[in-house]
T-cell receptor, first 109, second 114 residues
Framework: GQNIDQPTEMTATEGAIVQINCTYQ??????LFWYQQHAGEAPTFLSY??LDGLEEKGRFSSFLSRSKGYSYLLLKELQMKDSASYLC??????????WGAGTKLIIKP | DTAVSQTPKYLVTQMGNDKSIKCEQN?????MYWYKQDSKKFLKIMFS???????INETVPNRFSPKSPDKAHLNLHINSLELGDSAVYFC?????????????FGPGTRLTVL
């Protein structure tokens, strides 16, 4: 079967750095996405990785290792508005997105 | 301007009723999707549709059916609603063929079946 694993919840302090991990087992691989979803709102696109390595975009970076079936999202200089759920999704060989359950990130002052 | 819009935002109805949720995208995308997000926050794909192909998740009951009057619209019809259908339903769209194929989501429709 296909599986995406993420921690259910994480807590971090404003101004700090947090890393949210995602491991996956899918039928094929055609890219990995990270989405942010604030409570009661729609998911919004954050990042996309298809090759191994780090993609940096402002305060957010995403890393991928295809051989390990592993990715992480790194958030720096955390702000209160970063409190949200972060969803990892992998596009499989059929180009369907397989979604993780998301990691709820709580930011404390 | 809203890229992907859905109506209604909230829908409360009785078991056994038939209801529809509308979705429109003004991004010119080729592909549209319907997702169900349950209380555990899993996003489950229900359908993906473009002008060539409808892909149905085999776990979706046939009480659910997508209707696409044109490329910019994909409506969701639900017959004989059940308590377990209560969830948030998201419509999304993407441009097929682009490398990133980012999906843009609508604001969601919170369906409550009583």
């Amino acid at each position: 079967g296909q599986n995406i694993d993420q921690p259910t919840e994480m807590t971090a302090t404003e101004g700090a750095i947090v890393q949210i991990n995602c491991t996956y087992q899918t039928s094929g691989f055609n890219g990995l996405f990270w989405y942010q979803q604030h409570a009661g709102e729609a998911p919004t696109f954050l990042s996309y990785n298809v090759l191994d390595g780090l993609e940096e975009k402002g305060r957010f970076s995403s890393f991928l290792s295809r051989s390990k079936g592993y990715s992480y999202l790194l958030l720096k200089e955390l702000q209160m508005k970063d409190s949200a759920s972060y969803l990892c999704a992998v596009r499989d060989s059929n180009y369907q997105l397989i979604w993780g359950a998301g990691t709820k990130l709580i930011i404390k002052p | 301007d809203t890229a992907v819009s859905q109506t209604p935002k909230y829908l409360v109805t009785q078991m056994g009723n038939d209801k529809s949720i509308k979705c429109e995208q003004n991004l010119g995308h080729d592909t549209m999707y319907w997702y169900k997000q349950d209380s555990k926050k899993f996003l489950k794909i229900m359908f993906s549709y473009n002008n060539k192909e409808l892909i149905i998740n085999e776990t979706v009951p046939n009480r659910f059916s997508p209707k696409s009057p044109d490329k910019a619209h994909l409506n969701l019809h639900i017959n004989s609603l059940e308590l377990g259908d209560s969830a948030v339903y998201f419509c999304a769209s993407s441009q097929e063929g682009r490398a990133t194929d980012t999906q843009y989501f609508g604001p969601g429709t919170r369906l409550t079946v009583l």
